[in-house]
């Protein structure tokens, strides 16, 4: 595609299985927007080789679309005062996996052994929690087509809000039932302070 020039193009052929895309996302430095809210293209995270999880999200689907998948998004919804997520569902031999950017210990890849993409989604659902144990994570959307945008996001120069406007319009689903959720058991001591590890510290 015009934008990327020869060696990145050949470098992104080299990346022809989801395990191989996982583990370019886990080398990129994370994105702490410490300049104000970014959401790159591709091509602009490829070349500043660091990622949020939205930013890596994209790169990773656009990636993947390259070897025959379909760029999918799922957002994994939070309650507020916890972050959101931004996953990329793929499909290998009839079962679900996910590429994941994160710069936390968990939320991480999920190995394409997933019947359906709820079960998916549930995977992400015991690691999500606030530093107090509480359980956070409350829904996950339907799957969202990049196919379905034009293929100037790919490289584009400007921030790419109106992706993330369409993922947050999409059908979104419950993971838990309002009569469960003040029933929800808090995370164990260690699993809270397992949590608290980062790949790459805030400056």
Not at 40 to 61: D, I, N
Not at 66 to 75: A, D, E, I, V
């Amino acid at each position: 595609m015009s934008g990327f020039i020869k060696k990145e193009l050949t470098f992104l052929k080299k990346l022809d299985t989801p395990a191989k895309v996982q583990d370019f996302l886990n080398g990129l430095k994370f994105n702490f927007e410490k300049n104000g809210e970014t959401l790159k293209s591709p091509l602009f995270t490829m070349r500043a080789r660091r990622a949020h999880c939205f930013e890596g999200a994209l790169f990773g689907a656009y990636a993947l679309s390259l070897h025959g998948f379909t760029p999918y998004l799922m957002h994994l919804k939070a309650i507020r005062g916890d972050y959101d997520h931004v996953i990329v569902p793929f499909k290998l031999g009839g079962f679900w996996g996910a590429l994941s950017k994160t710069n936390h210990a968990v939320l991480r890849y999920r190995e394409p052994i997933y019947k359906n993409i709820r079960e998916l989604a549930m995977s992400y659902f015991h690691e999500y929690f606030l530093n107090n144990g509480e359980k956070t994570l409350r829904q996950y959307s339907a799957l969202l087509n990049l196919n379905t945008f034009k293929n100037s996001w790919i490289i584009s120069q400007k921030d790419l809000w109106e992706i993330d406007k369409k993922l947050e319009k999409i059908k979104h689903f419950d993971i838990v039932t309002k009569n469960y959720i003040k029933r929800l058991r808090k995370a164990d001591k260690v699993e809270i302070k397992a949590g608290r590890i980062v790949e790459f510290k805030k400056y």
